[in-house]
């Protein structure tokens, strides 16, 4: 008996080194992602065709069924069995209604205030404010020690303190830090005021005012505003109610705005209505999956978004051809690649889900509806998500060979997939990989600016593949035929095979650096 048996195991042995991948099957796979067809979806996803793509428009929706047909061409099913689309309700953000008066005296919308958030309609009556100078909270300087904002009407100034010697007290030199770069300044300084309690928060900040006002009144003239929101969860907290405001306003609020930065509470007769006016607008997500043979239930998702801003009033088509038409086509080949090999019984030992989300450029909103509202598979079993946005173009700015790709986050939350990244890459692709926008004090924020960051604020070890802006960036000029097509087919080389590893190693990568 113990012959036949020991027959058996070697036959047995031999099967599973036979259907064990080796280098040379891997690389095959790899090269069936080619310039060619890259270039080929491309020039059908970026065309005019497709009206520029803009969220909840019939452009997006033709491309949501190009998506679909070439998923089901591939023979790759849905995640959501018969249903490749994940409906993400919407709602189109429109002028709200708001009436203003401090001590008798009525504002006007546009002229005087706008509102920069998306709240729940109501009414606030005080007789006091609180004055919280530049409305910043950080360990070097806060105005909020010692100061009680809680449900209170709080009103901040633009700036950061600065020392004698003219250097910001939180930088500690001339550069600005967050509570006063811009738009970053708008962010940081409502979520201090809301951290702390604040109903709502008036910002007065006479450059950002005038060019919010003139954007948003530009957009009412023509039809309203197309900035989109996710419908408020039942469990969510209120948002804090938050404007931008003239210096006419400032001043009306705070007498002494300008000249003093000195926090204090102001005997102000203040009155506001606030009707919130949304209109509701369909989008999808579009999802495929090829199921793990020995760990299904553990999942990689490689991710780019669908969308892009659409048309201008000119009537100008803005085809996205590298935001994000070059992720988009990547992404698609490399889930040809991925097919290939699971029909010569190669397939990945882990799950792989080629996500394509909705309405990145109108806020991250269909990559947060599917970590935040409805994940199609638990994050809990996510191991990672590769997020390929803009990897079709060079950098102008950027000085070496061209033969690179900039990475961002792949050391935030995973040792390990950092040294996985750059062990595959120098075993298969040999890009240069440049880590400029990794760092933390990167004033782009690249790392917050794309559909990665959903997952990685619930710590799932992402990288962001990106080849940096250029000057066709959002214009009607990104076209196809100013795509580099060399440099997309190794960029994308290099996402399959980082997804090959995390898809078939012995254990899922670890996460060491995990944040609360």
Same mark, same amino acid.
């Given at each position: 008996?113990?012959?036949?048996?020991?027959?058996?195991?070697?036959?047995?042995?031999?099967?599973?080194?036979?259907?064990?991948?080796?280098?040379?099957?891997?690389?095959?796979?790899?090269?069936?992602?080619?310039?060619?067809?890259?270039?080929?979806?491309?020039?059908?996803?970026? =065309? &005019?065709?497709?009206?520029?793509?803009?969220? #909840? $428009?019939?452009?997006?929706? %033709? !491309?949501? +069924?190009?998506?679909? @047909?070439?998923?089901?061409?591939?023979?790759?099913?849905?995640?959501?069995?018969?249903?490749?689309?994940?409906?993400?309700?919407?709602?189109?953000?429109?002028?709200?209604?708001?009436?203003?008066?401090?001590?008798?005296?009525?504002?006007?919308?546009?002229?005087?205030?706008?509102?920069?958030?998306?709240?729940?309609?109501?009414?606030?009556?005080?007789?006091?404010?609180?004055?919280?100078?530049?409305?910043?909270?950080?360990?070097?300087? =806060? &105005?909020?020690?010692?100061?009680?904002?809680? #449900? $209170?009407?709080?009103?901040? %100034? !633009?700036? +950061?303190?600065?020392? @004698?010697?003219?250097?910001?007290?939180?930088?500690?030199?001339?550069?600005?830090?967050?509570?006063?770069?811009?738009?970053?300044?708008?962010?940081?300084?409502?979520?201090?005021?809301?951290?702390?309690?604040?109903?709502?928060?008036?910002?007065?900040?006479?450059?950002?005012?005038?060019?919010?006002?003139?954007?948003?009144?530009?957009?009412?003239?023509?039809?309203?505003?197309?900035?989109?929101?996710?419908?408020?969860?039942?469990?969510?907290?209120?948002?804090?109610?938050?404007?931008?405001?003239?210096?006419?306003?400032?001043?009306?609020?705070?007498?002494?705005?300008? @000249?003093?930065?000195?926090?204090?509470?102001?005997?102000?007769?203040?009155?506001?209505?606030?009707?919130?006016?949304?209109?509701?607008?369909?989008?999808?997500?579009?999802?495929?999956?090829?199921?793990?043979?020995?760990?299904?239930?553990?999942?990689?998702?490689?991710?780019?978004?669908?969308?892009?801003?659409?048309?201008?009033?000119?009537?100008?088509?803005?085809?996205?051809?590298?935001?994000?038409?070059?992720?988009?086509?990547?992404?698609?080949?490399?889930?040809?690649?991925?097919?290939?090999?699971?029909?010569?019984?190669?397939?990945?030992?882990?799950?792989?889900?080629?996500?394509?989300?909705?309405?990145?450029?109108?806020?991250?909103?269909?990559?947060?509806?599917?970590?935040?509202?409805?994940?199609?598979?638990?994050?809990?079993?996510?191991?990672?998500?590769?997020?390929?946005?803009?990897?079709?173009?060079?950098?102008?700015?950027?000085?070496?060979?061209?033969?690179?790709?900039?990475?961002?986050?792949?050391?935030?939350?995973?040792?390990?997939?950092?040294?996985?990244?750059?062990?595959?890459?120098?075993?298969?692709?040999?890009?240069?990989?440049?880590?400029?926008?990794?760092?933390?004090?990167?004033?782009?924020?690249?790392?917050?600016?794309?559909?990665?960051?959903?997952?990685?604020?619930?710590?799932?070890?992402?990288?962001?593949?990106?080849?940096?802006?250029?000057?066709?960036?959002?214009?009607?000029?990104?076209?196809?035929?100013?795509?580099?097509?060399?440099?997309?087919?190794?960029?994308?080389?290099?996402?399959?095979?980082?997804?090959?590893?995390?898809?078939?190693?012995?254990?899922?990568?670890?996460?060491?650096?995990?944040?609360?």
């Amino acid at each position: 008996m113990k012959k036949p048996l020991l027959l058996l195991a070697a036959m047995a042995l031999a099967v599973s080194c036979k259907n064990e991948a080796t280098k040379e099957d891997i690389v095959a796979y790899g090269s069936t992602i080619t310039q060619k067809e890259l270039k080929d979806h491309l020039y059908i996803y970026a =065309s &005019d065709e497709f009206e520029g793509r803009d969220t #909840g $428009k019939p452009g997006q929706k %033709k !491309a949501i +069924e190009y998506l679909k @047909k070439e998923y089901e061409a591939l023979g790759i099913p849905s995640v959501i069995d018969g249903n490749y689309f994940q409906n993400v309700p919407l709602n189109i953000v429109k002028t709200p209604e708001v009436s203003i008066s401090v001590n008798g005296k009525s504002f006007n919308y546009f002229d005087d205030y706008i509102s920069v958030s998306t709240p729940d309609s109501g009414n606030i009556m005080a007789n006091d404010i609180v004055y919280a100078g530049y409305g910043i909270d950080d360990e070097k300087y =806060s &105005d909020y020690k010692d100061l009680d904002v809680k #449900g $209170k009407v709080v009103v901040i %100034k !633009a700036g +950061e303190p600065t020392d @004698k010697a003219g250097n910001n007290v939180i930088t500690g030199d001339k550069k600005a830090s967050k509570w006063s770069n811009g738009r970053q300044a708008i962010s940081a300084k409502r979520n201090a005021a809301k951290k702390h309690g604040a109903k709502a928060v008036f910002f007065m900040d006479s450059n950002l005012f005038g060019r919010y006002a003139r954007y948003f009144k530009n957009l009412d003239a023509n039809g309203g505003s197309n900035r989109l929101s996710l419908p408020k969860k039942k469990d969510a907290e209120a948002q804090i109610y938050h404007f931008l405001i003239s210096e006419k306003m400032g001043k009306a609020l705070v007498k002494n705005i300008n @000249k003093s930065s000195k926090t204090a509470t102001v005997k102000t007769k203040f009155e506001m209505n606030f009707k919130s006016v949304q209109e509701p607008v369909a989008s999808e997500n579009v999802a495929a999956i090829i199921k793990g043979s020995e760990k299904p239930e553990e999942y990689i998702i490689i991710s780019a978004h669908l969308d892009h801003v659409g048309t201008n009033e000119k009537g100008e088509i803005f085809n996205g051809a590298d935001d994000d038409g070059s992720g988009t086509v990547s992404v698609l080949e490399i889930a040809e690649a991925f097919k290939q090999a699971a029909d010569k019984g190669h397939g990945p030992k882990r799950s792989i889900i080629f996500l394509h989300v909705t309405g990145e450029e109108k806020g991250l909103l269909g990559s947060k509806y599917y970590t935040d509202y409805d994940p199609l598979v638990p994050l809990a079993n996510t191991v990672a998500n590769l997020n390929i946005d803009m990897v079709g173009r060079i950098d102008p700015k950027r000085k070496g060979d061209r033969n690179y790709i900039y990475l961002i986050g792949a050391d935030k939350l995973s040792t390990e997939l950092h040294e996985l990244s750059e062990a595959v890459n120098k075993e298969f692709t040999n890009i240069e990989l440049d880590y400029k926008f990794n760092d933390e004090n990167d004033p782009n924020r690249f790392y917050y600016r794309s559909d990665h960051y959903n997952f990685a604020k619930n710590n799932i070890p992402i990288i962001f593949y990106f080849n940096g802006t250029h000057d066709d960036y959002h214009r009607a000029s990104d076209t196809p035929d100013k795509i580099n097509y060399d440099l997309l087919e190794n960029r994308s080389r290099l996402v399959f095979h980082t997804a090959w590893e995390l898809a078939n190693r012995e254990k899922r990568i670890v996460v060491d650096k995990a944040t609360e």
